[in-house]
């Protein structure tokens, strides 16, 4: 598609919020008005788009948001927009607001949504990956991954003290969707006995073994992580196995759940989120559109937002070997 002359422009989070989405909404805002944009809020993602809850924004409407978790635009998992007519009632509302390109922040499926508009209605958009899961291909790390990790390990650590206060072995939940970023990042920064993710499976036996070889060396406590997509069941089906192989052990489930999403973003996801807010409105406005934003070895880049979606990251084999190095 040729470009077009973009003078308005929409942002929006969509999806599972994350800490740093903020951080991103004002980059896209600052950089809107240094450009000399008219930035338009569309609030609770899609459903903001076909409810027309869409507000102009001004300096102040980004004022102290920087150092805010959640989203002050609000978010959504859109049902209606996966309909054509839902899609048909956002883009008339985008229409009759004069919006011309989309910001569009957000996990797999808020890019999904903004690949299916530009394929129908040839709305430009650029991505950027807001998800504390870390699962989008085209970026290292996405927005909000680096806090929730930190939120975990913070919170393992607590369990920590108890665990070895107890002699008791934790099976602690962590979330992350199908993949298992969070969980080999905050098992490896808390010491974890084990990690147990949906991409590599650990059998039982393996399990048991390490367990008791633990016990020979006379570990005080023991802390199994758990990524909540795997096919063998979360902390909580596992700890259940466990439970019955070895009657003796002291065993607890803690899952984390969605306090992994909440808090102020870290220093890396404000500047992550400040970097790739300004390179989207930079990659609109040079005719970049159906892409996600990403940096890459610390360069920005853009990937096309099918490939983002649909191919796969995989988690970093050398992480796991220094996690089993470390583990046993
Ligand atoms: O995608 C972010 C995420 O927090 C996942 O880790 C988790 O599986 C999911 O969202 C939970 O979604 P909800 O908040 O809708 O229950």
Do not use: W
């Amino acid at each position: 598609m040729e470009n077009i002359t973009i003078k308005k422009i929409g942002v929006l989070t969509s999806g599972g919020d994350a800490p740093g989405m903020n951080a991103a909404i004002r980059a896209v805002v600052r950089a809107g008005f240094y450009y000399n944009l008219e930035v338009f809020g569309i609030y609770r993602g899609y459903e903001g788009m076909i409810n027309n809850d869409i507000r102009k924004m001004d300096s102040r409407s980004i004022a102290h948001v920087l150092e805010r978790g959640g989203t002050f635009l609000k978010s959504a998992r859109s049902e209606e927009f996966k309909t054509p007519e839902g899609r048909k009632k956002a883009y008339d509302n985008l229409k009759s607001n004069g919006i011309d390109a989309l910001v569009v922040i957000g996990g797999d499926g808020s890019l999904t949504g903004a690949h299916l508009f530009y394929k129908e209605y040839g709305i430009p958009a650029v991505g950027l990956p807001g998800t504390i899961d870390n699962d989008l291909f085209g970026t290292d790390l996405t927005i909000g991954f680096d806090t929730a990790c930190n939120t975990a390990i913070q919170a393992i650590d607590k369990i920590r003290d108890t665990a070895t206060s107890h002699d008791r072995l934790f099976f602690i939940e962590v979330m992350g969707r199908d993949a298992g970023f969070i969980a080999i990042n905050a098992g490896i920064g808390s010491a974890a006995a084990a990690i147990l993710i949906p991409e590599k499976k650990m059998p039982v036996e393996m399990l048991l073994e390490r367990l008791k070889n633990r016990e020979k060396a006379k570990k005080e406590s023991n802390i199994v992580i758990v990524a909540e997509g795997g096919k063998s069941g979360g902390a909580t089906e596992i700890a259940e196995k466990v439970r019955k192989i070895l009657p003796t052990y002291d065993i607890k489930v803690t899952i984390l759940g969605h306090l992994q999403r909440g808090g102020a973003p870290s220093a890396f996801d404000r500047t992550l989120a400040s970097k790739l807010g300004v390179s989207a409105v930079e990659g609109l406005l040079h005719g970049k559109y159906d892409v996600m934003v990403g940096v890459i070895n610390n360069k920005i880049v853009f990937t096309p937002i099918k490939r983002a979606i649909v191919d796969d990251k995989k988690v970093d084999e050398d992480e796991l070997r220094i996690a089993n190095i470390l583990s046993t």
